[in-house]
């Protein structure tokens, strides 16, 4: 993902695996947190974060939803039915001892891995991540594991969708618009129709797995992926930024200054 931001403060150009590094004790750091007002500092540096990386408003709208869809729901679902059964049976391990703001923590919590994810993968070029994963994975290939077979795949089906996925949707909306109808009395056309985008989805989708294989016996893994770690100025920007986030907050959970 290409950013406009200042080169001083681009984001994106910071190494990967320094990024990595950052992103994993940015995620654990609200496990360590209590207190509002430290929870809040670290909000607002993930804001911060978020302006500079110059996140698209439909991506965060997108992962908002996301995380709604997938977390949240099923929480408040499952407690839903504990306190159905709870009330129903009257039996003690129904019952739910804490209380809304260890709820609400718990949440927030996912929320904070769950948002750095999104940061680090649209901020990160694949190309880096598989290449970090293949530096990772050495041990496994010095043993016989064919790792870096399985990552050329990994990333020349990422090529293929980013190539084909606009195509795609734009055809399949296109047939949609055509299949669907207002009128009852097109209602089984319109299932009909609905079918064959179907069917002939299935069978590009065949096709694309040839095109595929070839474009994977084809290729090599140096043209597809890479890593070789850099240090840059973004790169001592955002480690003492977050050693400050870090002594900030942690200062502010032990009551040192309020």
Known sequence: MENEAPESLKFADVDGLIKFILATALACLPFLLQKQMSLGIVSAYLLLVTLVSRIKPRTLLISGASYCIIVMIPYF???LMNALFYSVSNNAIFAYQQG???????????????????????????????????????PLK?????????????????????????????????????????A?????????????????????????????????????????????????????????SFILLTSLALMLEKGYWF
């Open 77 to 79: 679902f499952g407690l």
């Open 100 to 138: 809304p703001y260890e709820i609400f923590l718990r949440l927030f919590r996912l929320f904070i891995i769950w948002y750095v994810s999104i940061l680090y993968f649209h901020t990160t070029p694949m190309k880096t991540v598989i290449g970090l994963l293949d530096k990772l994975f050495t």
């Open 142 to 182: 010095l043993v016989g594991v064919p790792v870096t077979d399985y990552l050329k795949v990994v990333m020349c089906i990422v090529i293929e969708l980013k190539e084909t996925g606009s195509e795609v949707t734009k055809s399949l909306g296109e047939s949609m618009r055509s299949a669907m109808g207002g």
């Open 184 to 240: 009852r009395r097109k209602f089984k056309i319109n299932v009909k129709g609905i079918s064959q985008i179907i069917v002939s989805l299935i069978v590009n989708s065949f096709e694309k797995l040839d095109k595929i294989e070839s474009f994977v016996e084809q290729v090599n893994p140096e043209d597809l992926y890479g890593y070789r770690f850099k240090l840059s100025k973004n790169d001592g920007f955002a480690v003492v």
